[in-house]
């Protein structure tokens, strides 16, 4: 397709060392190509990790990013601060608008860019729900983080879009608030609305409220990229390319609106220069963020994620018709993730796989990642009798005994794969 200049990857889904061939292609033609995180969890109570920061970093250097990015939230909870088992919320989830949480935040964002070979951009994320008792607006809360570290940010106006239609933030409000001279690139993305709540599903096409809030966005300051998201119903290529066009026509629109603004004025506001740490403040002289502050905002998460996942009480002040929301959406999402890194499951499965995979999410919070899940899940499967056909029950013995153990048992999944895939052709 021509005119891709740059293209994203997520990050865990890279293996250093065999890039998938589209990769290879796409660097051979001179394209971009930026590593997305997704699990490191900067808005979590607990410092990155170091295990994840390393992998990250490996994969700007391989890919010859540069820079690399991440998002503002927590996906993890539980653990040392906690005294309690450690949760995994399978997806991005806000962090509370506080001063606690913000302190811990500017931490967390300064290790990691210690950790990184290149500059760190971090994206606004969209949420279904809200905290209780929030001190700051969303452009506050950014502005803040941007001034405090000097990292960049990658602003997401499909999720201003969601947060506007889930949370009733003004979307204009948060491009006045934003520290714009900080942004490293911009994010569109379509969703769809059921029952009053909007997902932000990046399986449908970009709806016209977030080409607007592009166009306002452009209005203001001149983005230096602009990424359209689609990870899954990929439309044909030239439905694609209709997107691609309507995204170049929104930027356009703003850089005349800005170029209007200036000819009134006099005054130009089309350069963004990157905001850098103060060197005399290096983040190892920075102040740390004393343990009682993870510990109240680890405790809060912790509260909040177990609701989600593991059925315990609402907590305090928040919505629990949204909650409940949120855990279904986190449910279908741990089902329809398992299906693409374990395929066989639905094979095997058939028609039951969905059903039983939510009836096995409802009292089994995920506690690693979907791999784990899988294997967690089949061994359920199996420990409850199900499926209850002998010839699927021991397909699943046998796909779970070689996966579970230090070592494959055999060199037969593909014939058992084979052998499934020709019981669902039957009907079987």
Known sequence: MPGIDWVEAVAENVCPGHLPESLIRLRERGV???PHGVSLGLGGADRPDGQRLAALAERAEMLGSPLVTEHIAFVRAGGPLTASPRLEAGHLLPVPRTRDALDVLCENVRIAQDALPVPLAVENIAALINWPGEEMTEGQFLYDLADRTGVRLL???????????????????ALDELPLEALAYVHVAGGVERDGVWHDSHAHPVP?????LLTDLAARVSPPGVLLERDENFPEPAQLEGELAAIREAVERGRTLRERAVTVTGTAADTIVPPERDSSTPAALAAVVPDPVRQRLALAQTALLSALVGGTPVPEGFDGVRLGVQARALAAKRADVVAKVAPELPLILGALYRSEFLGYAQGHPM?????RDALDFAEHLLRTGRPEEAEAQGELREWWLERSGPAPRSGRPAVRLARATRRVLLGR
């Open 32 to 34: 971009t190509v930026i």
């Open 155 to 173: 602003i997401d106006v499909a999720n201003l879009h969601t947060n506007h239609i889930n949370r009733g933030e003004d979307p204009a409000k």
């Open 208 to 212: 016209a409220p977030v080409l607007a």
């Open 367 to 371: 506690t690693g990642g979907y791999r």
